[in-house]
C-alpha cells in the first residue's frame, strides 16, 4: 500500500508523484489542456520546469537529459498539436532506448472523439513509437499510471511511455493513496540470463583464436563498461561499436577499433570479417552496422548474441548463442566461467597473433584519424580532429545527423560513456541542438558542444532563446557548407552528381542570429582558429554560436556503397592497407 490518502486534484497527483520519482526537470509548452497541471506546477519548487520554443525539442531534450544522465527524461505537451509536435522525438528517443516520459494534455473525457478543439487521438498515434503508453479516464488511477509509467520506461529495454491526460481528469479532486510500491503484474522484464548459455558463450570465447566484441548502445545502457574492458583484456579480443555504442570503451585503449559499419572505420569492418567468435552485446544488428550482404558479415564466426529485448534476438541476424537478460549481469557471468578457466599472464591478457593483429589495426586507426592533413582528407575532417584535440575528451558532444554526425563519429575520439550523444536508428535532423539542452541541464559543471549541420541545425535553432532565458550555455558548432551534405554526397556518388534540391541556397548569417538571440556568435573559416573561437564561447558564459565553413563538396569516406557489404567499403584509398 502507498500512504495515507489524501484528497487532491489530478494535476497535484501527477506533480506528488513525479516528486516520489525523483523528477528533477521536466522540458515542455503549456496549452488549453493543461492549465491545470501548470497551475499546480507554478507554485512547485522541486521540479523546474523549462519552456521550450518547440515540442520537439522539448521531447529531445528530455532525451539528450536521460542520455547524459541515465536518469528519466520527462517531457510535457498540450493535446492536439502540441502532442503530434512529440512524436519526432518520442520516436527518436525509442528506437535508440532512452527512457523518456511524456505527459500529454487532452480534451475532457466526454469530448474524446467528437473532433474538438486541439483533440487528437494521442495514444493511437503513439501507440507504434513508444513502449507503452497510457490514456488515463479516472483521477483515481494516476498513482499507479505513473508509477508504472516510470518503471516500464526505465527498465529491461529503455524507453519512451507517454501518459495522456484529460482535462477532466486533471481537475477532478478524489481521494487517493499516493506513492504505491507494486507494479502492474503483466510487466516483468527478464533480465537474468541463462546459466547455460552464459556458459556456453564462455567456451566458445575461450576457445576461439581470433575473438571479437561488438558494443551496442545497451552496454552504456547497462552500465555494462566496465566489465566489457575486462573481459577484452583478459581474452585479447578487440572491441568495436556501433554508433549508439560509441563510448563503451576509451577508443584510445589499445583493443578498440572504433566504430563499424556503413560509415565505421575500414579497420572495425575488417575485424569483422576475419574474426571466428563475435560476442555481440547490447545491439539489434541494424542495416547501417551489418550492410544489405549478410553473408559478408561476420561470415567464419560463431555468433553470440546479448540483449535484454527477446524480440532483436535472431530478427536480423541468424545467431548461434542467444542470451536475452541485461549486458552487465550476462558480462559478468561470462568472467565468472572465464576465471575458472582461463590461464592468463602477469597483466591477464592472452598473447596470440589476433592479439598482435587487434593492436596492429589499432594503431592503423589511429595514424589514420591523425594524419588529417594528409592529402585527400576535407576540411570537415581536420575540424572534428581539432575539436577532439582542444575538447580531450572532457565534453559531451552531440549531433546532429548526415556528413557532420559521421565525420563526428569517424574523428572524435570519445573517453566516456555517456558523452557522444548522437540520433541513431531514426536519425533525426535537428536532434543535436535541443539534446544538447538536455544533457547541459542534467550535467551543468560539463563543457556541452552540438556539433550540427546547417541543415539540421536551421530545423530547431528557435530554441536557442531556450538556452538564453535559462542560462543554457551550449556550444553550437555549425559545419556550414549551404547543402544537405549527407543526401549531396550520395547523389555526387550514386546519382551522377545531380543535385536535387540539396543546396541550402540562401541560409541565415548564422552569427547575426546567433547574436540576435543574445548569444555569443563567431565565424570560424580556418580549423586553425577553432581553439580560440572555443575559448572565446566557453568563456563568455552564454550559449554560442559558431558558424564553422567547410568544403561544400566535402565526402564521409570510406563507406559502404547501398546494397553493399562490409567488404566492398569504397574510399579506402586513405586507409592503410593491413
Known sequence: MGETAKKLSGAEIVVEELKNERVEVAF???????????????????????????????????????????????CIATSGPGATNLVTGLATANIDSSPVVALTGQVPTSAIGTNAFQESSTFTITMPITKHNFLVTRTEDL???????????????????????????????????????????????NIKPNQVQTKRAAEVLLNAERPLILAGGGVISAGATQPLRELAELLGAGVVTTLMGKGAIPEGHPLSLGMAGMHGHVYANRALNECDALLALGTR??????????????????????????????????????????????????????????????????ESPWLRRIKEMHSACEECI?????????????????????????????????????????YYITKEPRTFISSGGLGTMGFGFPAAIGAKVAAPDRQVVDIAGDGSFLMTCQDLA???????????????????????????????????HTNLGVTPDFVKLGE???????????????????????????PAVLDIIVGREDKVLPMIPPGGGITGMIGTERCKRI
Not at 580549423?527 to 564561447?537: V, Y
Open 285 to 350: 544488428f541494424s542495416d547501417r552496422l551489418t550492410g544489405w550482404q549478410l553473408d559478408q558479415f561476420a561470415p567464419d564466426a560463431t555468433v553470440i548474441h546479448v540483449d535484454v529485448d527477446a524480440a532483436e534476438i535472431n530478427k536480423n541476424l541468424p545467431v548461434d548463442i542467444p542470451i536475452v537478460g541485461d549486458v552487465k549481469l550476462a558480462l559478468h557471468d561470462i568472467l565468472k566461467w572465464l576465471d575458472k578457466a582461463i590461464k592468463v599472464d602477469k597483466e591477464g591478457k592472452r
Open 28 to 74: 515542455g509548452i503549456p496549452g488549453g489542456a493543461l492549465l491545470d497541471l501548470y497551475e499546480v506546477l507554478y507554485q512547485e519548487e522541486e521540479i523546474k520546469h523549462i519552456l521550450m520554443r518547440h515540442e520537439q525539442c522539448a521531447a529531445h531534450a528530455a532525451d539528450g537529459y536521460a542520455r547524459a544522465s541515465g536518469r528519466t527524461g520527462v
Open 143 to 189: 498513482p499507479q499510471v505513473i508509477h508504472n509509467a516510470f518503471y516500464i520506461a526505465n527498465t529491461g529495454r529503455k524507453g519512451v511511455v507517454l501518459i495522456d491526460l484529460p482535462k477532466d481528469v486533471q481537475g477532478n479532486r478524489v481521494e487517493v493513496e499516493l506513492h504505491p510500491r507494486t507494479t502492474s503484474p503483466g510487466y516483468r522484464p
Open 516 to 542: 540576435a538571440f543574445g548569444c555569443y556568435a563567431e565565424r570560424v573559416e580556418k580549423p586553425e582558429e577553432l581553439k580560440s573561437a572555443l575559448k572565446n564561447a566557453f568563456e563568455s558564459g552564454k
Open 466 to 500: 531556450t538556452c538564453v532565458e535559462n542560462d543554457i550555455p551550449v556550444v553550437v558548432c555549425i559545419f556550414d557548407n549551404r547543402y544537405l551534405g549527407m543526401v549531396r554526397q550520395w547523389q555526387e556518388l550514386f546519382f551522377d552528381k545531380r543535385y536535387s
Open 370 to 410: 591523425k594524419d588529417v592533413w594528409r592529402a585527400g582528407s576535407s576540411i570537415s575532417d581536420v575540424v572534428i580532429k581539432e575539436l577532439s584535440n582542444i575538447l580531450d575528451g572532457n565534453a559531451i558532444v552531440t549531433t546532429e545527423v548526415g556528413q557532420c554526425q559521421m565525420f563526428a563519429a569517424h
